[in-house]
């Protein structure tokens, strides 16, 4: 072990040390209550994230017990071996002493340091993974050895089980790899696609649960992060996430952040330097497609943090470059220095309440109370970690006071609230009646247990509420019990228990309810809805003048028994074929008529064999838009698809110069089929991957026993 590697292990200890002095003081803050409550309902996904951090708080909380320590020990664990790997990969690419002085960095942002190393949420696991998959591709590069792409494959299906951030993974990768030429030629090997195979694969139980419950997840985090709106830029919301990007980061650190992102171009794309571009394809991509969301939609600020993990990689490089100028080397110690005492203050701060915030607010604003509660009181979140165990012991209270088989449910109408309610309640059953849809909703579908049973409906002035006995159908209500919060001997919050006696879960407004959601479906079930709302999204919200002129007069004469695709494509073959090998022309073409020959015999096998319905005798006359070709039975597979793919594989195997104009024509059939309702979206995949499966073995076959 050399001299940094020493100063390494020192560093982590002493970190380490400090944050497992730290973790078990404080509150769960809302989001960890809430990853918490994903083990009470273990599943293979969930409405906001991926499981990855479920099954990590199972694990240990089942080890150490239900309690914050519990909770937040796997985050500093986490970060010990994220650092280790964020410090191999700085070896590899520079040196040992810019592998250190980046450690140091990842402990001094505040982004990193605290929230990703105290606080138990999903990028801590996703920073692992991210890091492990940037390591082994390191490796790819270097050694050009293909065992690193099924490590890698796995790396990033574990990365996208911890959080659908890790999507921009193989973005990055793709973008190396185009503007590199020494590299790029992974883009034509199996190895690359197997890769991201596996990482589907170890992803797919996400897509079974969203299969069952509607796209519930998927559909949530599109519109939490691009909007439910039209985009419409905005200097105010883009202002607003770059200065909570700088808060998280630390605001001079940030700073040196922008010039870092400037040379990380330069260098990546001007001058071609390989380090570079490896640090900036993962960077770049990461921190601008985040930063454009921020124009039109608001996004939290830890959402391109591995962005900012990349982009410190290239710090520590100029760091170490421009540390023999005095004025750099001053402006960092300044920089750095006040990191450090933000990492400082906002820990002491949580357990201490050192800040006087009063004196950040205007005078009329810091005067102002409610509920008895001073404005400054209401705006500090640190105030949000306490408070629990007070109402947790005046809920038991009341709950005592029932016979044991009638005890009441506890329920509110926030989430968050809900999920902190929950862990230090977690021998009672929480749920949440809110307008909005949330998680609760998918584990409370079936809420007629409760009929007849009193509930405690709890609130808090954090979360003003007001009317519940106009919402709930409860008999009666009783007046609220109110549970005083105090910090330093000074009222921070209030919560409020209101006993609610016989509740009518039939009397509940649909929007309180999962009714939104649905019922949990059986993957069959699942998979025919979401084919058949796609096939009528193609077939009919995208019908147009122009696709209609088209479509219809390709299905014209496909209904005469001239197929246009096909033959336009059999022409384009033949011109190429004959104009790129004259000489082995008649083999060529005689292999490609025999490959498309052998598919379409499988082909028309397989339609009799599974004589599918057509998409007009499923939906019935007039309910889909339908051109010349009036089809009832054997969808399945596409024909017409499978022809074009057919096609397309064996002349991308044989010739890939034109790949572009199979790519079009292939893909272009298969949007035809939908569009002119001949097809569902399944029949024209499964067409697709027997062209595909069919022409790669037979031109394989070929190319091994004749010499090509």
């Known amino acids: 072990m050399n001299y940094y590697q020493k100063l390494f292990w020192i560093l982590t200890a002493i970190t380490t040390f400090l944050r497992l002095s730290v973790i078990g003081k404080l509150g769960l803050t809302v989001d960890e209550a809430h990853y918490w409550v994903y083990t009470k309902f273990l599943d293979l996904s969930y409405y906001d994230h991926p499981p990855m951090i479920a099954?990590?708080?199972?694990?240990?909380?089942?080890?150490?017990?239900?309690?914050?320590?519990?909770?937040?020990?796997?985050?500093?664990?986490?970060?010990?071996?994220?650092?280790?790997?964020?410090?191999?990969?700085?070896?590899?690419?520079?040196?040992?002493?810019?592998?250190?002085?980046?450690?140091?960095?990842?402990?001094?942002?505040?982004?990193?340091?605290?929230?990703?190393?105290?606080?138990?949420?999903?990028?801590?696991?996703?920073?692992?993974?991210?890091?492990?998959?940037?390591?082994?591709f390191i490796n790819i590069i270097e050694t050009k050895e293909k065992k690193y792409w099924y490590m890698l494959g796995v790396a990033v299906g574990l990365a996208f089980l911890s959080k659908y951030t890790a999507v921009m993974i193989y973005p990055s990768i793709i973008l190396f790899l185009l503007c590199s030429k020494e590299h790029r030629f992974w883009l034509a090997k199996k190895e690359f696609y197997l890769a991201m195979l596996i990482s589907f694969i170890l992803f797919l139980p996400v897509v079974v649960w969203n299969i069952q419950n509607?796209?519930?997840?998927?559909?949530?985090?599109?519109?939490?992060?691009?909007?439910?709106?039209?985009?419409?830029?905005?200097?105010?919301?883009?202002?607003?996430?770059?200065?909570?990007?700088?808060?998280?980061v630390s605001p001079f650190l940030f700073i040196f952040y922008c010039y870092v992102f400037y040379v990380v171009i330069k260098d990546a794309f001007v001058k071609k330097q390989q380090n570079?571009?490896?640090?900036?394809?993962?960077?770049?991509?990461?921190?601008?497609?985040?930063?454009?969301?921020?124009?039109?939609?608001?996004?939290?600020?830890?959402?391109?943090?591995?962005?900012y993990l990349m982009l410190t990689i290239y710090a520590s490089y100029l760091i170490n470059k421009f540390w023999?100028?005095?004025?750099?080397?001053i402006s960092m110690y300044i920089?750095?220095?006040?990191?450090?005492?933000?990492?400082?203050?906002?820990?002491?701060?949580?357990?201490?309440?050192?800040?006087?915030?009063?004196?950040?607010?205007?005078?009329?604003?810091?005067?102002?109370?409610?509920f008895g509660i001073s404005k400054s009181e209401v705006v500090d979140i640190s105030n949000d970690l306490y408070g629990w165990k007070e109402l947790s012991a005046k809920i038991n209270e009341v709950c005592d006071s029932y016979p044991k088989d009638k005890q009441p449910f506890l329920f509110t109408y926030k989430s968050y609230l809900a999920s902190q309610i929950f862990f230090y309640t977690p021998d009672k059953r929480v749920y949440c009646f809110s307008a909005k849809i949330d998680a609760y909703d998918l584990w409370q579908r079936d809420i007629s247990n409760l009929k007849n049973k009193d509930g405690l409906f709890i609130t808090s002035n954090q979360f003003d509420f007001s009317g519940a006995d106009k919402v709930y159908p409860f008999a009666e209500f009783e007046q609220p019990i109110e549970v005083p919060v105090y910090r330093n001997n000074k009222l921070v919050k209030k919560f409020w228990i209101t006993v609610c006696k016989n509740f009518n879960p039939e009397m509940l407004q649909g929007k309180y309810t999962a009714n939104i959601i649905g019922k949990k479906k059986t993957i069959r079930q699942g998979l025919t809805d979401t084919e058949h709302a796609v096939f009528k999204y193609i077939n009919i919200k995208l019908k147009n003048k122009v696709f209609d002129f088209v479509i219809s007069t390709i299905s014209f004469f496909d209904?005469?028994?001239?197929?246009?695709?096909?033959?336009?494509?059999?022409?384009?073959?033949?011109?190429?074929?004959?104009?790129?090998?004259?000489?082995?022309?008649?083999?060529?073409?005689?292999?490609?008529?025999?490959?498309?020959?052998?598919?379409?015999?499988?082909?028309?096998?397989?339609?009799?064999?599974?004589?599918?319905?057509?998409?007009?005798a499923v939906f019935g006359e007039g309910n889909i838009s339908v051109f010349y070709e009036i089809l009832h039975a054997k969808s399945f597979p596409s024909g017409h698809t499978q022809f074009a793919f057919t096609a397309m594989t064996t002349m991308l195997l044989l010739i890939p110069k034109y790949w572009y104009i199979y790519i079009i024509l292939a893909f272009g059939t298969g949007f035809e089929r939908i569009y002119a309702g001949c097809h569902f979206p399944f029949d024209v995949i499964c067409g697709a991957l027997e062209g595909i499966i069919v022409s790669y073995i037979m031109v394989k076959l070929f190319k091994k026993y004749y010499k090509f």
Not at 76 to 101: E, G, H, N, R, Y
Not at 282 to 293: H, P, R, Y
Not at 565 to 588: D, G, P, Q, Y
Not at 599 to 605: G, R
């Open 335 to 370: 920089a750095c220095g006040f990191a450090l005492f933000l990492n400082i203050l906002i820990p002491v701060h949580c357990m201490y309440k050192i800040i006087p915030i009063e004196l950040f607010l205007p005078q009329k604003e810091a005067v102002k109370t409610e």
């Open 214 to 248: 509607s796209w519930a997840s998927f559909g949530f985090q599109l519109q939490h992060g691009f909007g439910k709106t039209l985009p419409s830029f905005s200097f105010t919301l883009f202002g607003r996430s770059i200065g909570a990007q700088a808060g998280y």
């Open 324 to 329: 023999g100028n005095k004025k750099f080397r």
């Open 559 to 616: 209904s005469k028994g001239f197929n246009p695709s096909c033959i336009v494509i059999i022409i384009i073959s033949l011109i190429i074929l004959r104009k790129e090998e004259k000489k082995r022309f008649w083999i060529l073409l005689a292999l490609f008529m025999g490959i498309i020959m052998v598919a379409s015999i499988l082909n028309i096998c397989l339609k009799e064999l599974i004589r599918r319905p057509r998409p007009l």
């Open 55 to 136: 099954y990590i708080i199972k694990l240990f909380t089942g080890i150490f017990g239900i309690n914050e320590f519990a909770v937040r020990l796997p985050s500093v664990i986490i970060f010990i071996i994220t650092s280790w790997l964020f410090f191999l990969c700085l070896k590899k690419l520079f040196d040992d002493k810019i592998a250190f002085i980046g450690a140091l960095l990842v402990n001094l942002l505040p982004v990193f340091s605290f929230l990703g190393a105290v606080v138990t949420i999903p990028d801590s696991p996703l920073s692992l993974f991210w890091m492990l998959s940037f390591y082994l």
């Open 276 to 307: 570079a571009l490896l640090v900036g394809a993962f960077s770049l991509l990461v921190l601008v497609f985040f930063n454009v969301i921020a124009t039109f939609n608001e996004i939290l600020p830890h959402w391109p943090a591995m962005g």
